[in-house]
T-cell receptor, first 118, second 112 residues
Framework: GAVVSQHPSRVICKSGTSVKIECRSLDFQATTMFWYRQFPKQSLMLMATSNEGSKATYEQGVEKDKFLINHASLTLSTLTVTSAHPEDSSFYIC??????????????FGDGTRLSIL | AQSVTQPDIHITVSEGASLELRCNYSYGATPYLFWYVQSPGQGLQLLLKYFSGDTLVQGIKGFEAEFKRSQSSFNLRKPSVHWSDAAEYFCAVALNTDKLIFGTGTRLQVFP
């Protein structure tokens, strides 16, 4: 079964609103979560790395004030797209690493969130 | 700079035929290697991974991949493709599992 749950699966909202996406690890503690963005028919681009209890590390070119990431617990990370505009429309995917399983563990991905800004 | 190349954007095969998806990487050291599959509108599912040891790796759904250091390749293979294998396939590399670099993906289409 799924080990990473992402919610909502689809969001449609008006330009200027803020949208929050949740990423939860199920049954395991995820000290590190990742947020990706995927444009249609393209690959995944890492946006930021989220560590529990500390500030997220953003990749070059990603606006940290636009994409707010919070990782307040070992099972939940949130991505908030602030004042969203049509160009923010995309497929957002989170992933998590389960540290308590030891080292060299692969990332487990959520099912993604389709964000459409009108 | 680190990079991952999947030369084939789109591959079409007949059901029951064999499959090979190519992946080449450019990295300063031997990275960790992964293959993920993505069905439309969904997240990624790990097919297999290579960290060390035997260079022929077995994965889920009958897939396997072979790491060839001399060719900087990690090609994915399946001896007999099923219609349910139609999806997007991504090769990825990382120095550890923390930061993945994905290839551009190969879309697999399967004809009955």
């Amino acid at each position: 079964g799924a080990v990473v749950s992402q919610h909502p699966s689809r969001v449609i909202c008006k330009s200027g609103t803020s949208v929050k996406i949740e990423c939860r690890s199920l049954d395991f503690q995820a000290t590190t979560m990742f947020w990706y963005r995927q444009f249609p028919k393209q690959s995944l681009m890492l946006m930021a790395t989220s560590n529990e209890g500390s500030k997220a590390t953003y990749e070059q070119g990603v606006e940290k004030d636009k994409f707010l990431i919070n990782h307040a617990s070992l099972t939940l990370s949130t991505l908030t797209v602030t004042s969203a505009h049509p160009e923010d429309s995309s497929f957002y995917i989170c992933s998590a690493i389960f540290r308590d399983r030891g080292s060299n563990q692969p990332q487990h991905f959520g099912d993604g969130t389709r964000l459409s800004i009108l | 700079a680190q990079s991952v190349t999947q030369p084939d954007i789109h591959i079409t095969v007949s059901e029951g035929a064999s499959l090979e998806l190519r992946c080449n990487y450019s990295y300063g050291a031997t990275p960790y290697l992964f293959w993920y599959v993505q069905s439309p509108g969904q997240g990624l599912q790990l097919l297999l991974k290579y960290f060390s040891g035997d260079t022929l790796v077995q994965g889920i759904k009958g897939f396997e991949a072979e790491f060839k250091r001399s060719q900087s390749s990690f090609n994915l293979r399946k001896p007999s493709v099923h219609w349910s294998d139609a999806a997007e396939y991504f090769c990825a590399v990382a120095l550890n599992t923390d930061k993945l670099i994905f290839g551009t993906g190969t879309r697999l289409q399967v004809f009955p």
